[in-house]
């Protein structure tokens, strides 16, 4: 069953903690990008990676980090740094070629709340 | 830098009518693709279609269509015959074209509620 896997649904993180959410893909795409979701918002870039070992900074990078060690996942880390990370997060991932191309598909998201 | 600017917030429709949800947006680069993504409840982003700014001819799927006027930067998306599942957030997006696979810039949403 091929797709896009965010886990966990729900996560809360505690004051001065570092969070992971997970995104697993087996589309074999090449490339993948984090989201955060605001209400009123719209979604905004936090990060995105071409290629294995390579990820570039969207505009709303700071507080976050990510790893790109694989093709298949790209997990962000909500570091403490990020003093307002309550949101719903999305994970995309698309591809370079085929009739495909260049459309992102969607993960089913993590709701992240500080408690 | 690019801008996506969605002015309608809010929009309902009865059942078996037809909406249009607006979009205009900013760029300089000639090579680009437009979406529109619908989020329903459930919160998962669904791609409901997506054009090529290099075709002129306007791009639809069912009972999806848009209308692209590239010179005038703007991208509507027609709905006919509403049905209740089509009540959802919709998003238009832009991509740069080019090499590879860029980012997506995103509107605000519009909020779409078919009443019965």
């Known amino acids: 069953d091929g797709g896009i896997t965010q886990s966990p649904k729900y996560l809360f993180r505690k004051e001065g903690q570092n969070v992971t959410l997970s995104c697993e893909q087996n589309l074999n795409h090449d490339a993948m990008y984090w989201y955060r979701q605001d209400p009123g918002q719209g979604l905004r870039l936090i990060y995105y990676s071409q290629i294995v070992n390579d990820f570039q900074k969207g505009d709303i990078a700071e507080g976050y980090s990510v790893s790109r060690e694989k093709k298949e996942s790209f997990p962000l880390t909500v570091t403490s740094a990020q003093k307002n990370p309550t949101a719903f997060y999305l994970c995309?991932?698309?591809?370079?070629?085929?009739?495909?191309?260049?459309?992102?598909?969607f993960g089913a998201g993590t709701r992240l709340s500080v408690l | 830098a690019q801008t996506v600017t969605q002015s309608q917030p809010e929009m309902s429709v009865q059942e078996a009518e037809t909406v249009t949800l607006s979009c205009t947006y900013d760029?300089?680069?000639?090579?680009?693709?437009l979406f529109w993504y619908k989020q329903p409840p459930s919160r998962q982003m669904i791609l409901v279609i997506r054009?090529?700014?290099?075709?002129?001819q306007n791009a639809t799927e069912n009972r999806f269509s848009v209308n692209f006027q590239k010179a005038a930067k703007s991208f509507s998306l027609k709905i006919s015959d509403s049905q209740l599942g089509d009540t959802a957030m919709y998003f238009c997006a832009f991509m740069k074209g080019g090499m590879g696979n860029t980012p997506l810039v995103f509107g605000k949403g519009t909020r779409l509620s078919v009443i019965a």
């Open positions: 054009q090529e700014a290099y075709k002129q």
């Open positions: 995309a991932s698309s591809m370079y070629s085929g009739i495909a191309k260049n459309i992102q598909y």
């Open positions: 760029t300089s680069e000639n090579n680009y693709y």
